[in-house]
């Protein structure tokens, strides 16, 4: 969508970064979230590994919170919810898109936790003139809880999954299209495998679409 929208004229990669983390922050505005020190260790570790070396991306504030964040873990619980920090933007706001028109976004049952934000990011290119219609069937509706923490009991060997944190998304959580843990979004236009082609070709009037997209509802599945 964001390709569609913003990238045909823009190839550079500081505009798409900038573009990226602009509905990074607008999607996430007051998000907060809850964490357990004991299991985020192992998401702390990760992180350690993995976004210390695009520390560069980030807001010289984000850092240090980053920093003394996980060096607060290491002593006490945090049984408070935390706001979240993001990437840096020299965008206030979204630009003129490129493109403006209709934009059809295929949505199931395994649509769910980030992919679920996504979806909401949808809704912001709506005041930009970009018609967004969601298709298919309601998302999983999971976004309360982020990460996978794993490991192994000592004594049994049985292995324990667990979210890492519990969170709150103010604007995905109150869009009137959100229905809740375990409902998710609901389609503008609801459909299923067997009927998402004839759906679609209805909708755009574009007698092609079974052509190109053969085989899309197995894909489904």
């Known amino acids: 969508m964001l390709s569609a929208a913003y990238y045909n004229q823009h190839m550079d990669k500081e505009y ?4 990226q983390s602009l509905f990074n922050n607008k999607i996430c505005e007051g998000c907060t979230m809850l964490v357990s020190p004991f299991t985020m260790q192992s998401e702390k ?3 350690e590994k993995s976004v ?18 996980w060096k607060h873990m290491e002593y006490r619980p945090i049984r408070k919810h935390i706001p979240l920090d993001y990437f840096a933007s020299t965008f206030e706001d979204f630009p003129e898109p490129d493109f403006k028109g209709d934009v059809y976004v295929l949505i199931n049952r395994g649509t769910g936790s980030a992919a ?11 005041d930009k003139g970009i018609k ?28 324990i999954r667990a979210g890492i944190y519990f969170g709150e998304s103010p604007i995905v959580q109150n ?47």
């Open 16 to 19: 798409q970064n900038n573009m």
């Open 45 to 47: 570790e990760w992180l």
């Open 52 to 69: 210390s070396n695009q520390f560069s991306l980030y807001k010289p504030e984000v850092v240090d919170y980053f920093k003394a964040y």
């Open 116 to 126: 679920e934000f996504g979806t909401g990011m949808t809704y912001l290119l709506q």
């Open 132 to 159: 967004v219609h969601l298709i298919g069937e309601n998302s999983w509706g999971g976004i309360k809880y982020g990460g996978m923490w794993s490991n192994s009991m000592p004594n049994s060997g049985l292995w």
């Open 175 to 221: 869009n009137p299209n959100w229905h809740g843990e375990g409902n998710g979004w609901f389609p503008d236009y609801w459909a299923t495998n067997e009927t998402i082609l004839n759906t679609l070709e209805n909708l755009t009037g574009d007698l092609e679409l079974k052509t190109v997209l053969a085989g899309l509802g197995k894909e489904l599945l």
